[in-house]
């Protein structure tokens, strides 16, 4: 079955540390790959989205994601992060077969960031 | 203006009822889906949908049941057989793979918080 899974959980940084999120995913068929992000009391949004060309993909606020499809891989960067960016972060994929499209999150990663 | 809705907000339900969560959108997407949100779990999908009068499990569609009549409506009903209802549910819907391998980026409702009392 179709999976997706992230490495971290919950990760505390302190402002202007570097972040990486990782992120991977089962399947060796087709895939468009997201971030999306949450903040408190929010609904979920869009940092940034992978379908082809350079798998370096620049999103939102600083954010970006290198594709390495033969590690299955999405990671999230961002080289210094700000106390804004405390949220929680999900990596989706979408499973693309025939006519359909079946999109899958990752169980999310808390980030807490200290001024 | 163009999105997602999700109505109610808030839902109580007693044990051994059948709740409907209603979902709109006026985006003229094909795809739509549906999210059940644990602490801890992320969202996992219960039910999606890529065209009208066809919709496919997800991976915990269990004690759940859904349509889809109208390309601008996928209703989610939570029945009794669902054994740990309480959640937060999220809906969303996308372009989808019709209109082209880059267009799936989902957008998402508001959410209904349904508590089973």
């Known amino acids: 079955a179709q999976s997706v899974s992230q490495h971290n959980h919950h990760v505390i940084l302190s402002e202007a540390a570097s972040l990486e999120l990782g992120c991977n995913y089962s399947?060796?068929?087709?895939?468009?790959l997201f971030w999306y992000v949450q903040y408190p009391g929010q609904h979920l949004q869009l940092l940034l989205k992978?379908?082809?060309?350079?798998?370096l993909v620049k999103g939102i606020k600083g954010f970006e994601a290198e594709f390495i499809k033969s590690k299955f891989s999405f990671n999230l960067r961002k080289p210094s992060v700000q106390w804004s960016d405390t949220a929680e972060y999900f990596c989706?994929?979408?499973?693309?077969?025939?006519?359909?499209?079946?999109?899958?999150f990752g169980q999310g990663t808390t980030l807490q960031v200290k001024p | 203006d163009g999105g997602i809705t999700q109505s109610p907000k808030y839902l109580f339900r007693k044990e051994g009822q059948n709740v409907t969560l209603s979902c709109e959108q006026n985006?003229?997407?094909?795809?739509m889906y549906w999210y059940r949100q644990d602490p801890g779990q992320g969202l996992r999908l219960i039910y999606y949908?890529?065209?009208?009068?066809d919709f496919q499990k997800g991976d915990i569609a269990e004690g759940y049941s859904v349509s889809r009549e109208k390309k601008e409506s996928f209703p989610l009903t939570v029945t009794s057989a669902q054994k740990n209802p309480t959640a937060f549910y999220l809906c969303?819907?996308?372009?989808?793979?019709?209109w082209g391998v880059g267009n799936t980026e989902a957008f998402f409702g508001q959410g209904t918080r349904l508590t089973v009392v």
């Open positions: 985006l003229n997407h094909d795809a």
């Open positions: 399947y060796g068929g087709t895939v468009n």
């Open positions: 969303a819907s996308s372009m989808g793979q019709s």
């Open positions: 949908s890529q065209i009208v009068n």
């Open positions: 992978y379908f082809s060309g350079d798998p």
């Open positions: 989706a994929v979408n499973f693309l077969s025939g006519n359909t499209g079946k999109l899958i």
